[in-house]
């Protein structure tokens, strides 16, 4: 994942604009190319398929891939697969949506569900976690599959999951309970309804009072910007305030083509955020994470999380340590402008929550001052007092002991 490049040239080079291109798909129409559901249908699904297109398949993959749809289907649009290295096993794009036989393989605390969003589901298809806000589940189908998914239990319904989400039911819920003022719709991914559909969907939440706002959790805009049309973006026009979180995870993956589905969002009024995955690999390292970060707020995309990777089962090749996310988060407070420092979090084992993992900052905190240092190293005293009004004069140095 390295480069031999000098480090600016390199954060030059991962930021910059390129089209997926055609690939294998080369001769296929512009039409047909740019049509999302052509791109639905061509995906690649089959070990056969990766064969074709990718002739030094590892042993890994190939085993993982035939054992696939046994855990979670494989898919992957044409669109992102011509991100894919096929020279380079080790591929970042590569490592996220090819199965390899590491996923057959359980890890100590590793768990089906490792968010417990199973038990704190009122009703089928709807997590009622927090106190202002549910997760609406609409769907168990992606445009693609991540490998590291946290819902891989349910998604693709490899493992006879069964999922059966009842709109009316989860809707009938909301109305029933006026604290929730926020509404992430997710699933799988929302985005892969039809425009009418959603629209109707929308609607019937909009028609609950206390419903403040809606946010859509989404990986299509990457995985398949088609989808991004401007029918669609007007509709969604209609139904402010709307929000959509994306979910990127390394630079390649932003490419013209979902830059510009990302421009039509933005144009549509939709303020867009970004949830990226910590994974071993893909973007743990220094640069590689902040050129993403920068270039989607070129994408005018805020970076808003990095995940610690869940304890999904089958996840440890792609996991890497919490101590590596605090190394990465200390190059970016300070070093990038604030707006490309997404929060890094761990989504607490077995339903706690997300829970914010920084470096520290505060080295000592009293009752009448806070020592802290800055991203420098350097160290400064700031003064407390509960009105305002230091207990004392500023010292001349700090005292080792502090530090402590």
């Not at 505060?362 to 991203?375: E, G, K």
């Amino acid at each position: 994942m390295s480069s031999t490049l000098p480090h600016h040239d390199w954060l030059s080079e991962l930021k910059q604009f390129h089209p997926a291109g055609l690939g294998p798909w080369e001769g296929v129409a512009d039409a047909d190319w740019n049509d999302w559901k052509w791109q639905l249908k061509n995906r690649v699904t089959s070990l056969e398929q990766l064969q074709q297109h990718i002739p030094n398949l590892t042993e890994a993959e190939t085993e993982g891939a035939r054992l696939a749809d046994t855990k979670l289907a494989m898919a992957i649009t044409p669109q992102f697969f011509n991100l894919i290295d096929t020279e380079d096993p080790e591929c970042p794009i590569r490592r996220q949506v090819i199965p390899a036989i590491d996923e057959t393989f359980d890890s100590p605390w590793e768990m089906a569900d490792p968010c417990g969003e199973d038990s704190h589901s009122p009703v089928p298809g709807l997590v009622h976690r927090y106190p202002d806000r549910v997760l609406f589940l609409v769907t168990d189908r992606c445009a693609a599959y991540c490998r590291y998914c946290t819902r891989s239990r349910m998604v693709s319904n490899a493992t006879g999951y069964g999922f059966r989400p009842n709109f009316e039911q989860q809707l009938d819920y909301i109305r029933e309970h006026p604290e929730v003022r926020d509404v992430l719709l997710s699933g799988g991914d929302p985005l892969l309804l039809s425009d009418d559909k959603l629209r109707l969907l929308l609607t019937k939440l909009r028609e609950i009072p206390h419903v403040e706002f809606i946010r859509i959790g989404s990986r299509i805009p990457i995985f398949l910007p088609q989808r991004i049309t401007p029918e669609l973006c007007a509709m969604l026009k209609e139904f402010h305030p709307l929000f959509i979180s994306v979910h990127a995870n390394h630079p390649r993956e932003l490419t013209t083509e979902v830059r510009d589905g990302l421009a039509r969002l933005a144009d549509a009024g939709i303020p867009l955020g970004n949830q990226s995955v910590l994974l071993k690999g893909v973007n743990d390292d220094e640069t590689v994470m902040k050129a993403l970060l920068q270039k989607l707020l070129m994408c005018r995309v805020r970076p808003l999380y990095i995940y610690q990777c869940d304890l999904i089962n089958g996840s440890a090749h792609l996991r890497t340590s919490v101590r590596r996310g605090l190394e990465i988060m200390e190059t970016l407070r300070g070093h990038t402008t604030g707006y490309a420092v997404p929060q890094y979090v761990i989504d607490a084992p077995g339903g706690g929550g997300k829970v914010p993992v920084a470096p520290n900052y505060v080295l000592s905190h009293n009752a009448d001052r806070v020592v802290i240092r800055n991203f420098e190293g350097k160290v400064f005293e700031y003064p407390e007092a509960s009105d305002g009004t230091p207990l004392r004069p500023r010292p001349t140095s700090i005292e080792e002991p502090e530090l402590v």
